[in-house]
């Protein structure tokens, strides 16, 4: 299956129940193919659990919601040895976690150290338990969420974890006429009404082709210039770190490869620069006060740092 088919059998098929987020269905492929995890960082309310079940299901994928609390332990979502009187060995509990699609709900509301081991899988793709290491089933995919608004008794996530997510995307309150829709859905379950429309293993094939994604020298220079300069801002305390600068990459080329190309141009390097590297960016306190943000910084970066001409094309569509 060609990949531009794939993604539209996926997102024609999750717009049945999602209304208006086809920009954010494309994200989250886009990190799918890139082997990558996606932290969806909203107000409760907006569908961010409807929008992953819906994803799952038609991804032909297991699926496993765990809802972070403060009381949550590293096992309970890892797994356990439990004893088999009967067998007189320990038999392996899988936990939510090893599971192909993963909602991460409001991960900041647990502790740092159920943070860490959910951040360890994700790097590592493997779990291990008593010593044992057992590997996360491929494709393997976390949507974790946090609410920017409330922080009362919740861990924010430190940086260093942050940079572990590949992108971080809002989804935003719908549109009136969205929002009409929403309310025409709302009876019943939709979700469950949807059916696979591609396999894992069609997935696993379009992450190859993600390697094969043309891009121009000069655009090389555009992403490792833009990364740098975000750590030579006057009002970045601290800029995107080569993880950042390996996501941009790679998430251009899966851009493309989602909009039907098999060749970046400077639209999708400029298109994901805010949501690979805002949130590997600390703005200085002093620059807070003005309004400043991380994605104003890059706005402003992206508007002066010269970008490429006569970029070399491919004409082979995906």
Not at 7 to 20: I, K, P, S, W
Not at 223 to 246: C, F, K, M, N, Q
Not at 249 to 277: C, H, I, N, W
């Amino acid at each position: 299956m060609q990949t531009r088919t794939l993604v539209e059998q996926v997102v024609a098929n999750v717009e049945r129940v999602v209304v208006g987020k086809r920009r954010e269905l494309e994200y989250v492929l886009v990190a799918l193919l890139c082997q990558g995890h996606v932290l969806i960082e909203d107000v409760p309310g907006v569908g961010k659990t409807t929008l992953v079940r819906a994803m799952a299901r038609s991804l032909g994928c297991q699926f496993r919601r765990i809802q972070f609390t403060p009381d949550l332990l590293p096992s309970d979502i890892t797994g356990v040895s439990v004893w088999n009187q009967a067998t007189g060995t320990f038999e392996f509990r899988p936990g939510p976690l090893l599971a192909q699609v993963v909602l991460a709900d409001e991960i900041n509301r647990t502790s740092p150290r159920t943070q860490s081991a959910l951040l360890e899988a994700m790097e590592e793709r493997q779990v291990t338990v008593d010593g044992v290491t057992y590997p996360l089933p491929q494709p393997f995919l976390v949507l974790a969420t946090q609410n920017p608004i409330e922080y009362e008794g919740t861990f924010p996530l430190p940086e260093a974890q942050l940079d572990r997510f590949f992108i971080r995307l809002q989804l935003g309150y719908p549109t009136p006429a969205e929002e009409r829709e929403i309310l025409r859905l709302s009876h019943g379950s939709p979700v469950e009404s949807l059916e696979p429309v591609v396999s894992p293993e069609d997935i696993l094939t379009a992450q190859e082709q993600v390697r094969a994604v043309h891009v121009d020298p000069s655009l090389e220079e555009y992403i490792v210039t833009v990364v740098h300069r975000t750590r030579e801002h006057p009002d970045v305390y601290l800029g995107g770190s080569p993880r950042g600068t390996i996501a941009l990459y790679k998430a251009s080329q899966a851009l493309a490869l989602v909009r039907g190309r098999d060749f970046v141009t400077p639209d999708d390097v400029k298109e994901m620069a805010p949501l690979t590297l805002g949130h590997r960016l600390i703005i200085r306190p002093e620059a807070q006060l003005q309004g400043k943000t991380a994605l104003s910084v890059l706005a402003e970066l992206l508007g002066t740092v010269r970008v490429p001409t006569g970029v070399r094309r491919h004409a082979r569509n995906p």
